[in-house]
């Protein structure tokens, strides 16, 4: 079978089951604070290596491992668009994105890769949203350079919103 190598590394598959323990080990991670400006460090990374090939016997260079991180953060972005698109609901118990045949032909029109999601939502989307969410920015907070600042009460409202609703998941189900 013949490898392929992207910048003199070879491409790792991912099947279901490793992704899935390579994300529980970034969230386990993330929960003892390891995770610092959207990252990690050298020696964290050396240890998620280590777990991944103690769980799953996959062995990955960091390079890889950052390259996987770096593609699943991108799967989030993209799905939590998608989810908070006008016209789209979630129900994450049956992890099933709702729309109308109009609104998932306009979506998947200026946006084509989230035709992925017609049929089955994001697989672990809560569990890396836990681990994105703090590194993501959503722009909920933003104002344009050309806008009023909040007066007090608009800006406690605001901030309420914010810290009591959540950023991207219901955890709740």
């Given at each position: 079978m013949?490898?392929?190598?992207?910048?003199?590394e070879e491409k790792v598959q991912w099947p279901s089951e490793h992704e899935e323990f390579f994300i529980h080990i970034l969230h386990d991670h993330?929960?003892?604070?390891d995770l610092q400006a959207s990252t990690f460090k050298t020696k964290v990374w050396s240890e998620i290596s280590e777990e991944l090939l103690a769980k799953c016997g996959k062995k990955c260079t960091v390079k890889q491992?950052?390259?996987?991180?770096?593609?699943?953060?991108?799967?989030?972005?993209?799905?939590?668009?998608?989810?908070?698109?006008?016209?789209?609901?979630?129900?994450?118990?049956?992890n099933t994105v709702t729309a109308s045949e109009?609104?998932?032909?306009?979506?998947i029109k200026s946006k084509p890769r989230a035709k992925q999601y017609r049929t089955q939502g994001l697989m672990h989307?809560?569990?890396?949203?836990?681990?994105?969410?703090?590194?993501?920015?959503?722009?909920?907070?933003?104002?344009?350079?050309?806008?009023?600042?909040?007066?007090?009460?608009?800006?406690?409202?605001?901030?309420?919103?914010?810290l009591n609703t959540g950023v991207h998941i219901n955890v709740d189900g």
């Amino acid at each position: 079978m013949a490898h392929k190598y992207i910048d003199g590394e070879e491409k790792v598959q991912w099947p279901s089951e490793h992704e899935e323990f390579f994300i529980h080990i970034l969230h386990d991670h993330v929960k003892k604070g390891d995770l610092q400006a959207s990252t990690f460090k050298t020696k964290v990374w050396s240890e998620i290596s280590e777990e991944l090939l103690a769980k799953c016997g996959k062995k990955c260079t960091v390079k890889q491992l950052k390259s996987k991180f770096n593609k699943l953060r991108i799967a989030h972005h993209e799905f939590l668009d998608l989810i908070e698109h006008t016209g789209f609901g979630w129900d994450p118990n049956d992890n099933t994105v709702t729309a109308s045949e109009d609104v998932w032909a306009s979506y998947i029109k200026s946006k084509p890769r989230a035709k992925q999601y017609r049929t089955q939502g994001l697989m672990h989307y809560q569990l890396l949203g836990e681990i994105f969410n703090t590194t993501t920015a959503t722009g909920q907070l933003h104002y344009a350079s050309n806008q009023l600042l909040p007066n007090s009460d608009e800006e406690c409202e605001l901030e309420n919103n914010f810290l009591n609703t959540g950023v991207h998941i219901n955890v709740d189900g």
